[in-house]
Structure formats: structure tokens, C-alpha cells
DNA sequence: CTGCATCCGGGCCGATACTG
DNA sequence: CAGTATCGGCCCGGATGCAG
């Protein structure tokens, strides 16, 4: 892509990373290493050469290097991203309720979206296993000491089970989906729908990121 | 451009705001409403379809709104984007020693570059008001109850008056320049240059931001 | 089978000229 | 001032080929 050609830290940052395809790529390595028939699976709608011309100016970037195995790994410039896709993940929160319909899907996408929501610890937090079938494998989600986290596979004995498409799953587990009202979108639960309850205990829809603005601007209140 | 057509926050997002130039009319509009005129202004190097293309869809896509005046201003889901903007922004710091040569450059761009260094009440923080001149039109940093905001335009009795380059002008400001080399680099400084430490009073070069990783991250499997 | 390289059609981007 | 029109070129996307 051309540069910006801008003296800006958000146009220089785009020079680097604004390029189709990049950040998505990030979001497959933030996962651990990949080798390149994972990425392929885990970017649908991807142009193999694309895949190719990316990695390599990433690698020349030095976002990402690749590792003696063959297996491509986010360099630490590289996961220095994970605030950005972490930012524009929360902030597409609003836009997931749409339906998936023909949208690709892939179980271990579920990690970043479900995390993004419960980042940070908190103590009053219950813990929970709840295991979710969407998508093409089985994931498991982890409360556990305050913290959320999301696995893949299955584990022994979790609390809750949920089945059905995945827009469905995100709205049960962030809670704008009522379990009473979970059916109608295709969703089943197994187990004690209150328990998801224990995700979220108090008031703190925004984990508390204080969005420090200047004092002109309108400041969204 | 064309949607992902993945059911993911992030590819949601970059949908929406994925699209050159997009983040950068973003970036232009945080300061407040403006017109097509400044807009232009502050967008060098974008051809006048495109930005009325990107004004028009950003519209239809919710981010902005015109107003009666005729001016375009952000909508709360548009300023929703300033922690993407300041994330991407925080992580483009390495990239601004880089000298900014034939860069495009415009001073009121210095507001966003310094707020996300210094994001954040710190009480320990000195009060200091410095005078800019590096660009298009003065500016004037002034740290106060902790904050440190930016604005156009000059303030009376500056404790410091900076000149020259803007990566200088920034070096100097975060502290990567030390003022006995900056003059190496075309900067002037005004007044009493160590009172620039008062700006950063401990060691907390990040702003806790806390990176929450997830346990699993290296996943040899 | 994995990991690319090549080819080609279409669409988006960028620059300039022009208009109410 | 605030766009509209046009056109060349490059990037993107999909298909296909091919070497280890």
C-alpha cells in the first residue's frame, strides 16, 4: 500500500499495518505460531498469493519472523497489536448482535470476542466452565480466579452447555441474550442457564479503560 | 471495499472502518466539527472524490453526521473510535524517531501524538506550559491538575518555547531527546529545559494499560 | 499434500480538470 | 466553497499450475 506519507503516529501506524488482510492475520498469530496451511484455514476468503505477499512484508516489517519449524510467530512488535485489535474488537461489540448468516466462522475466533469483554480481573467474578459447540470445534470458556479465558476442546464436567450459531452463543454469554429468549435465536443450554450470571456480577459494563479525552471536544458524556 | 464476510469482531470492524483514510478523517474530526475546506486541509495527500466518498459511506455507515451548518461531526459511534485511534497511535510510538523528511505535517496533529504519551491523570505531575512552533501554526502543551491537554494557538508567559522539526519537537517532549543533543537536531529551546521533567515525575514510561494475555499464548500443539 | 507462483479480470485508488 | 467527472494504474481476488 502507499504510504501516507503523513509526520502522524495513526498515519504511520497505517502505513504498517492498513494493508487488507494484516491485522486479521495478527488475530490468527495471537493464538500462538501458525504454519501457513492453519492460516489459510483460519482466514477464509483469503487469495493464497495475498497470504504469501503479507507474511513477507510483515516479516520485512518485523511484525512477524519466521520460526526454524517453518511455522510463522508474531515477533514482540507484534503483539505489541494486541491493544489495537483489542480496541477495535470491543468496539465492534455493537455490531455483532447482527446474525452471522453467510459470514465465515470459526470456533477459536470466540476467544478474542469473548475475552475483549471480559478483560481484566475481578475478584466477585464466579467461576464457571461452560463448554460451546459453534462452529467447526468444540471450545470451552473459564472463569476461574477472577479471570475469563477460552480454550479449545472440551473439559470434564462443565456447568453449562451451549450449542448453536455463534451470535447466539455471544448474546447468552455477554448477557444481551435472556436465556428464556435464547431458543427463539437457535440456541440451546444445557445445564443452569442462572449460572451465567456469576460472568458478570456487578454493574461494570465497561471495564473501566477511562477514555482520557482532552476537555474540548463534545466528550461523550 | 469489500466486507470479510467473517463473524468477528475485528473483521466486523475493519468493514466499517478498514477503508483508506478512513481513521484518518476520524482522527481529523476528535478535534471537533469541520468542514469539507479543513478537512482537505488536514488530510494532504487525499483526492477530493475520495474524501467525499469516504464522508459519504462513514455517514451512511453511522460514524458521522452533518450538521446544520454544513460542518461534519463525529456521532458518539464515531468517537467510540478514539481508543482505536490512541491504541493504534501508542503503538506507532517506535515509528516516530524516524525523521519526518517529506512527511506531510500539521501542527494541530501534535494533540494527538502527545495526549497518548501522557494519557491519564497523574497528581505527581508538574505544572508547565510549552510553547510549540513546528508546522503550519503554533500550539501549546499545557500540563496542569495532573492532565496534559494541547491546543492551537499561543498561551502569555510560556515556561518553555520549543522550535524545529516535529520528531525533534516530539523526542524532546517524551524525553527520548535530551535537550543537550536536541540542538543536534534543529531544535531551539526557549526558557529552562529541565523543567520538561516535571511532565513525566516517575518511572511509568506505559500507562499500565495492563495487557491481559491469555494463559495458553504458546501453544506448542 | 504443503507451500507457494503466475495469470488475469474487476474494482478501488489517486491525480487532475471542471462546475454550480 | 464544495463537490463532480474522468481516466490511468495498481491492488485485490479467484483460479490454476507446479515444485519439493
Same mark, same amino acid.
Request: hydrophobic residues 40%; aromatic residues 4%; charged residues 25%.
Given at each position: 500500500?502507499?504510504?501516507?506519507?503523513?509526520?502522524?503516529?495513526?498515519?504511520?501506524?497505517?502505513?504498517?499495518?492498513?494493508?487488507?488482510?494484516?491485522?486479521?492475520?495478527?488475530?490468527?498469530? *495471537?493464538?500462538?505460531?501458525?504454519?501457513?496451511?492453519?492460516?489459510?484455514?483460519?482466514? @477464509?476468503?483469503?487469495?493464497?498469493?495475498?497470504?504469501?505477499?503479507?507474511?513477507?512484508? $510483515?516479516?520485512?516489517?518485523?511484525?512477524?519472523?519466521?520460526?526454524?519449524?517453518?511455522?510463522?510467530?508474531?515477533?514482540?512488535?507484534?503483539?505489541?497489536?494486541?491493544?489495537?485489535?483489542?480496541?477495535? =474488537?470491543?468496539?465492534?461489540?455493537?455490531? $455483532?448482535?447482527?446474525?452471522?448468516?453467510?459470514?465465515?466462522?470459526?470456533?477459536?475466533?470466540?476467544?478474542?470476542?469473548?475475552?475483549?469483554?471480559?478483560?481484566?480481573?475481578?475478584?466477585?467474578? =464466579?467461576?464457571?466452565?461452560?463448554?460451546?459447540?459453534?462452529?467447526?470445534?468444540?471450545?470451552?470458556?473459564?472463569?476461574?480466579? =477472577?479471570?475469563?479465558?477460552?480454550?479449545r476442546g472440551r473439559v470434564?464436567?462443565?456447568?453449562?452447555?451451549?450449542?448453536?450459531?455463534?451470535?447466539?452463543?455471544?448474546?447468552?454469554?455477554?448477557?444481551?441474550? @435472556?436465556?428464556?429468549?435464547?431458543?427463539?435465536?437457535?440456541?440451546?443450554?444445557?445445564?443452569?442457564?442462572?449460572? *451465567?450470571?456469576?460472568?458478570?456480577?456487578?454493574?461494570?459494563?465497561? @471495564? +473501566?479503560?477511562?477514555?482520557?479525552?482532552?476537555?474540548?471536544?463534545? +466528550?461523550?458524556?
Amino acid at each position: 500500500m502507499k504510504s501516507y506519507g503523513q509526520y502522524c503516529g495513526l498515519a504511520r501506524a497505517l502505513d504498517v499495518i492498513g494493508d487488507r488482510w494484516v491485522l486479521l492475520i495478527v488475530r490468527e498469530l *495471537l493464538d500462538g505460531p501458525r504454519r501457513y496451511a492453519e492460516l489459510l484455514d483460519g482466514l @477464509p476468503g483469503i487469495a493464497t498469493n495475498l497470504l504469501v505477499d503479507r507474511l513477507r512484508s $510483515m516479516e520485512t516489517s518485523g511484525l512477524l519472523t519466521r520460526q526454524q519449524d517453518g511455522r510463522y510467530a508474531l515477533t514482540s512488535r507484534g503483539e505489541g497489536l494486541n491493544d489495537v485489535v483489542y480496541a477495535m =474488537g470491543r468496539w465492534a461489540g455493537p455490531l $455483532m448482535l447482527r446474525p452471522s448468516g453467510n459470514d465465515a466462522f470459526r470456533s477459536h475466533w470466540f476467544r478474542h470476542m469473548v475475552v475483549v469483554r471480559f478483560e481484566g480481573a475481578d475478584p466477585r467474578r =464466579g467461576n464457571l466452565v461452560v463448554e460451546i459447540h459453534s462452529g467447526d470445534e468444540p471450545m470451552t470458556l473459564i472463569s476461574a480466579g =477472577g479471570r475469563v479465558h477460552m480454550v479449545r476442546g472440551r473439559v470434564d464436567k462443565p456447568d453449562i452447555v451451549l450449542t448453536g450459531p455463534p451470535e447466539g452463543v455471544v448474546g447468552v454469554i455477554v448477557g444481551v441474550l @435472556p436465556p428464556a429468549e435464547a431458543a427463539a435465536r437457535g440456541i440451546s443450554i444445557g445445564g443452569d442457564a442462572r449460572k *451465567l450470571k456469576r460472568l458478570r456480577p456487578a454493574r461494570r459494563s465497561v @471495564p +473501566a479503560t477511562a477514555t482520557a479525552k482532552a476537555p474540548e471536544a463534545p +466528550a461523550t458524556a
